[in-house]
């Protein structure tokens, strides 16, 4: 029990860090997605339960913040499941090296960024540039980034 508020305490301390520093944080309209990275380490940790809960609570939570409601939720909540199927040989000492959250965020990224690019499209019946390269490569590119920065800072 003490484990699950540990886990709910640092998403939330990552949600904070997504939505006052990373979310301000925007190069040519491209923004990282912490909270996703954060879903996708519960999903492969925990395997698909955690990842699919905290895929949900943490999309609700930024559903909220960025005024987009079900978009982001959806797509965390489809993440986090869809990782916790590829379990991790020892879930307890998962080490994520920095290539590894470099290539590994970027594949998820760009599934995840896709998904919600998709659903943004039918919701505003809108389709342009923008949305392909900023919100869609660009965003899985800098979310690829930031895994990357965050895994150079894992100590164990």
């Known amino acids: 029990m003490l484990t699950f508020f540990r886990h709910a305490a640092a ?9 006052l520093v990373l979310g301000r944080l925007a190069l040519w309209g491209a923004t ?6 954060f879903v996708a380490w ?9 990842g699919a809960i905290g895929g949900f609570v943490f999309g609700f939570f930024m559903d909220a913040i960025y005024g987009l409601w079900g978009i ?39 599934l995840h960024n896709g998904v ?17 390269t900023a919100l869609w490569l660009g965003s899985s590119l800098y979310t690829a980034f930031v895994g990357f920065v965050a895994a150079l800072f894992n100590v164990r």
């Open 42 to 50: 519960l999903g492969l940790r925990h395997g698909r339960r955690y």
């Open 116 to 132: 919600v690019v998709t659903l943004l499209a039918l919701e505003s019946g809108a389709s342009n540039t923008f949305m392909a």
């Open 11 to 19: 998403g939330l301390v990552v949600l904070l860090v997504q939505w």
């Open 32 to 37: 990282p997605d912490a909270v996703l990275l």
């Open 72 to 110: 982001h939720m959806f797509a965390k909540t489809l993440t986090g499941f869809l990782l916790g199927l590829f379990p991790a040989r020892e879930r307890e000492t998962l080490l994520i090296l920095p290539r590894q959250a470099l290539v590994g965020g970027l594949v998820i990224a760009l």
